[in-house]
């Protein structure tokens, strides 16, 4: 299936940390970007953090200082740690891909985003 796989999610409680794991096994994605997705119940998925081939990055207002993403080309995945956690972080994280372009920086938007993983569930509660 040409879609990510994600991992590492959980419970934990407030003030915690989790590393989730995304990988693509069906060809390479040097040339795309990743992002990093969630969606709470009952609210709009909102993009969280994407990084480029050549690791350029962007981080959501919600989350900059407290989560740092990450990716490892050689094995087609990327990586989202998470500290300091929230009640409000509470969500399905997805992993997706877009083509991208050494002239543009990546995009926390969803449009054009492809290769949706199931996503992994983080609850952030005491």
């Known amino acids: 299936q040409l879609q990510f796989v994600e991992s590492g999610g959980g419970l934990v409680q407030p003030g915690g940390s989790l590393r989730l794991s995304c990988a693509f096994s069906?060809?390479?994605?040097?040339?795309?970007?990743i992002g990093w997705f969630r969606q709470a119940p009952g609210k709009g998925r909102e993009g969280v953090s994407c990084i480029t081939s050549d690791k350029r990055i962007k981080y959501a207002d919600s989350v900059k200082g407290r989560f740092t993403i990450s990716r490892d080309n050689a094995k087609n995945a990327a990586y989202l740690q998470m500290n300091s956690l929230k009640p409000e972080d509470t969500a399905v994280y997805s992993c997706a891909a877009r083509p991208s372009s050494a002239l543009y920086d990546c995009s926390l938007e969803d449009n054009g985003m492809a290769h949706w993983g199931e996503g992994t569930q983080v609850t952030v509660s005491s």
């Open positions: 069906e060809f390479s994605l040097d040339h795309y970007y």
